[in-house]
């Protein structure tokens, strides 16, 4: 019976210290989560002091060098060629001989032309002085006639055939690529010689449907060359596509005069100075990603006294990721600019940053 009665006494112990335990525990739980609670009232954030800033909207466009003229140069005539006077690198000017093809054929045949015109010379001579007389018809006359036209033609079209036997530059320029050697036979249209024209080049670009109208013709652009950071270069706008292409970017070409180092081929950077001074001087704008809904809500929080505070401003333009405040907002207030998607009016934030 005693045995029973300890028992009984030590398992009450047992469990009166197990359910001190428990409920220690549990207070100690519901304080654990009161904190948390505490913390996770509390909204993480990011914001900005709203200041006024001049804004640059200044338009940048990629593109690469062209030579402003540039051309195959071909024989007009077969034949061998005899010499060649220039090689790759060579400056030209135009109506320079580049090389010459063989012309002892064509030398005889303009022999023969001019005996020709000789004789047909004397014979219309002859038959003028028997038409006067009576000598000779009128038909007689006419055809003499023909024959000394046709042989004065054919010293032309001989002289032609002898000064195209010299293949003469047709631009000004360097001598970019020679695909003829001494020896070769080449026929009409046969590409000899490339030229180009590097004295002033074309950037070639394409511009934003955005941008276009706020260019013109004649228009002095900014251009940095990448590798040519320490010089600096500008050209005026030459040419603007009347059509754009399929991604509604317009073709635009700056001429840009070569101080000597510039190559085609090279890749730069145009700036255009689209910028009104009156308009992008001292603006107010706040990120474009603080606006709740998309800028046209006009919707936005600021902090107050460690509260989200929704409010409603007036927007402005847009200037990339930047959007121009009219009113609704004082300089100094601090704006939510991430985060918000989290909040609602009044809600407790954090600040991050």
Sequence with gaps: MKKTLIYIIVAAVLVGLAAYKIIGNKEKQQQEVAEVAKQVDKINVNVIAVSKENINTDYTANGTFIPKQEMNQSADISGRIVSVMVKEGSRVSAGQTLATIKRDAIEVDLTIAQNNLQNAIADNQRYENAYKTGGVTKQQL????LQLKNAQAAIKSQGVRVNDSRIRAGISGTINKKMVEPGMVVAPGTSLFEIVNINSLKLSVL?????????SLGQ???INVNVLPDDTFSGKITFIAAKSDASLNFPVEIEVQ????LKAGMYATATFNTSNSSETKDLMTVPATAFVGGVSSGQLFVVNNDTAKLIKVQTGKVYGDKVQILSGLDEGDKVVTSGQINLENGSKINIIK
Excluded at 208 to 215: A, F, P, T, V
Excluded at 258 to 261: S, W
């Design 207 to 215: 511009v934003d449907e955005s941008q276009i109208g706020k260019l």
């Design 220 to 222: 002095n652009v900014s």
């Design 142 to 145: 006419d055809n003499s006639r």
């Design 258 to 261: 070569n101080k000597g180092n």
